[in-house]
């Protein structure tokens, strides 16, 4: 455990999220005693161990006269950096992302960028040479910077529409998402159609109202297709805001037939996800996704030139080698659709994975994948685009979404950049109004238990016309 006697802990859980990265660390590594506080004209950081009695490493960094605020992230970041420098020098390990342990890289990495003064140095230095960040994960963070610099949203009236479908076909074994199965569920679906048609409504009067224009619609999940054509049809009526970005992510394969193509076609759907994570059959079964490697390929051919595609990936799934993910990624690529999100396995509480107790923590397959896959699609056409990382992912790697070029899906860049306002609505469904003027942004978060949501629309109404007027 790190110590914060001296420290007025007020740090204490951000570095916790660094030092439960070093997956090797044991209890010995973590018993580090932390003192911190301004030393003449620098920050001073020490960092001792009871474990190893001579240890101890002090680290000094510039200092300077802060607002409070100010303050905090400064101290916060030269705690994070000694923390890391110690942990690599004891345990010999280091991490892909340095010390960094956000969930939007590419974020931080614009906000470094254009905040010159303030670090002394370029991005690229701040992010190598006090970050840690790796040479090729910086090259990763700086293409997908400049492949969204002209897609970035720069109008304050444009916004997004995010609406949340809850359900699913079954519940994969790696999934932490809310989701409901519909064999236990259905009953709630026609409830929760009519709850999300009238947030949709009222989202509708504050369009009109406030004069916006919906840059991108996000129908996403869950299985959005699960739900069927006639109720997902109800749903897609009231999301016609005239976006010229319209995702519906169907997801599974198993919930794609012609029927339902044809209905999100004469909705005006642009983009829909056809999901393989995998293309092993072996490995379909294990995961729970009751559908075999035929439906992928079915479902692929009933939308293919229709709209535009994404297929998500899964590196380090149980019991994969790296062949068996260079296969899946190879098939995804000479099927050839507009996207390929790869993403790395990461075990939240919640998942039958992790209550199986799954181990995701061999680093250099899970790195070897992502190198290869980076490769191979860059090679293929594709760029990458966006960008997150989620905790207790495999090698501490993170989820890259790669497209062709102009097929890159706003509503992804908006919503991991954060520069553009976005109206959610459903369960789980977390608005986030951003002021561009003190660079601030407010949420407002539906229930996130579907049921709950249900049986509280009317708050949840009157909370979002509260919080949009
Ligand atoms: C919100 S899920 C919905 C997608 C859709 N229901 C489906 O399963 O095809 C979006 C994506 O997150 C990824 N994902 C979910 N859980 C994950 C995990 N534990 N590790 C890595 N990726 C995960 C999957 O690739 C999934 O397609
Ligand atoms: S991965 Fe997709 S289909 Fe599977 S449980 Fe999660 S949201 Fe549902």
Redesign the pocket.
């Known amino acids: 455990m790190i110590d914060f006697s001296i420290a007025k802990d007020e740090y204490a859980s951000d570095l916790m999220e660094l030092v439960r990265l070093f997956e090797g660390a044991t209890d010995e590594h973590l018993s580090l005693a932390v003192d911190y506080g301004k030393d003449g004209e620098a920050f001073k950081v020490g960092v001792s161990s009871d474990k190893f009695s001579e240890f101890r490493k002090n680290f000094y960094f510039p200092y300077g006269e802060y607002g409070e605020l100010m303050r905090k992230r400064v101290e916060k970041r030269y705690l994070k950096i000694a923390i890391y420098r110690t942990l690599c020098f004891l345990t010999g390990v280091s991490l892909p992302y340095g010390c960094l342990t956000g969930i939007r890289p590419t974020k931080l990495y614009t906000e470094v960028q254009g905040d010159r003064e303030f670090y002394g140095k370029s991005a690229h230095d701040v992010f190598v040479n006090d970050y840690d960040v790796s040479e090729d994960k910086v090259e990763l963070i700086e293409r997908i910077v400049d492949v969204q610099r002209p897609l970035r949203n720069k109008a304050a009236k444009a916004y997004d529409v995010f609406v949340f479908i809850p359900f699913?076909p079954t519940k994969?074994a790696?999934?932490?998402?809310v989701?409901l199965p519909l064999d236990k569920r259905r009953k709630l679906v026609e409830p929760y159609v009519d709850c999300l048609i009238r947030e949709l409504e009222q989202i509708k009067s504050i369009v009109a109202k406030k004069k916006l224009k919906i840059r991108a619609v996000y129908v996403?999940?869950?299985?959005?297709t699960?739900i069927g054509c006639e109720q997902l049809g109800r749903v897609l009526e009231h999301c016609r805001f005239g976006a010229k970005e319209f995702t519906v992510?169907?997801?599974?394969?198993d919930t794609i037939d012609k029927e339902m193509i044809d209905m999100l076609l004469s909705h005006g759907v642009t983009r829909i996800?056809?999901?393989p994570?995998t293309f092993n059959a072996k490995t379909l079964e294990i995961i729970g996704?009751k559908h075999g490697v035929g439906d992928i390929i079915n479902a692929y051919a009933l939308a293919k030139g229709k709209m535009d595609v994404n297929m998500?990936?899964?590196?380090?799934l149980p019991n994969e080698s790296f062949e068996d993910f260079r296969y899946s990624l190879d098939t995804a690529v000479a099927l050839s659709p507009e996207n390929i999100?790869v993403?790395?396995?990461?075990?939240?509480k919640g998942?039958a994975?992790k209550l199986d107790g799954y181990d995701n923590t061999d680093c250099e397959t899970a790195s070897k994948m992502v190198d290869y896959a980076y490769k191979k699609l860059t090679a293929a056409g594709y760029a990458p685009y966006y960008m997150y990382r989620?905790k207790y992912?495999s090698g501490n790697l993170e989820?890259v979404g790669y497209a062709k070029q102009g097929k890159e899906c706003l509503y992804n860049i908006d919503i991991m950049e954060e520069d553009t306002s976005i109206i959610a609505c459903g369960a789980n469904g977390i608005s986030k109004k951003l002021d561009r003027k003190r660079n601030l942004i407010t949420r407002c978060a539906n229930y996130k238990e579907p049921l709950e949501y249900v049986k509280s629309i009317d708050l949840m109404l009157q909370r979002q016309a509260e919080f949009w007027n």
Not at 312 to 316: E, F, G, N, P
């Open positions: 699913c994969c790696y999934c932490s998402f989701s996403g999940g869950g299985t959005p699960s992510e169907a997801g599974r394969p996800s056809v999901n994570q996704r998500d990936l899964i590196a380090m999100t993403h790395t396995l990461y075990m939240k998942s994975l989620q992912t989820n």
